[in-house]
């Protein structure tokens, strides 16, 4: 199976502590990126890469969140005195390069992040 | 930001042709319109993306007025394994951070 992989598919921590998720995207995808999801709502927006470039990260990330994507490949995602709102599943996903294209995003199944 | 209005769940039999509706009144012109699947547990899937008029792929079809305001996914005959979250999205053509899932549609299907 070639699709998007994310690594630990659990993570519980206590609050304080750092956590670091992997995503591996679909080989051939140039842009990755990154939600979260609580229950009952709907993916929301975190941060965005094209290669290995940062292009877009939401108004509403805390400076406790940190996303690095270094050979343009997989993506890490770190946060950093993991707090009790913490708690949700972050969702990686991956896009293809053909312009228009850019929102048919294919998802991974998630790191369900319990912070106790 | 191109916001979406979707209702907050439906039911259905099985066999029973199931259309999700979508309104998007502030769809800019560069903005396709795209449905994804999600179930629990999973990430979500994409199921079909349109522009104008109708498209329509192995799993659904989407019917698009000429004005785009709104959108209607329709799910053939469906079974119980479509009982899921069905979210609507428009933009992302210019802003990645534009992409927005609203709370979606959870879908239950009945035997």
């Known amino acids: 199976d070639t699709g998007v992989s994310q690594n630990p598919r659990h993570k519980i921590t206590k609050r304080g502590q750092n956590v670091t998720f992997r995503c591996d995207p679909i080989?051939?995808?140039?842009?990755l990126y990154w939600y979260r999801q609580t229950l009952g709502q709907g993916p929301e927006f975190l941060t965005y890469f094209q290669n290995e470039a940062q292009l877009e990260k939401s108004r509403l990330l805390s400076d406790r969140f940190s996303a690095e994507r270094p050979k343009g490949s997989f993506s890490t995602l770190e946060i950093q005195r993991t707090e009790q709102g913490d708690s949700a599943m972050y969702l990686c996903?991956?896009?293809?390069?053909?312009?228009?294209?850019?929102?048919?995003?294919?998802f991974g199944a998630g790191t369900r992040l319990s912070v106790l | 930001l191109a916001k979406t209005t979707q209702p907050i769940s439906m039911d259905s039999y099985e066999g029973q042709e199931v259309n999700i509706t979508c309104s998007h009144n502030?769809?800019?012109?560069?903005?396709?319109i795209t449905w994804y699947q999600q179930f629990p547990s999973q990430g979500p899937r994409f199921i079909i993306q349109g522009y104008k008029t109708k498209v329509t792929n192995e799993v659904a079809s989407l019917f698009i007025p000429a004005d785009r305001k709104s959108s209607t996914l329709s799910l053939p005959r469906v079974s119980l394994s479509d009982t899921a979250v069905y979210y609507c999205l428009v933009g992302g053509h210019s802003s990645a951070s534009k992409i927005i899932f609203g709370s979606g549609t959870r879908l239950s299907i009945r035997p």
């Open positions: 996903a991956s896009s293809p390069r053909e312009e228009g294209a850019k929102n048919i995003q294919y």
């Open positions: 502030n769809i800019a012109t560069n903005d396709y």
């Open positions: 080989s051939e995808h140039n842009r």
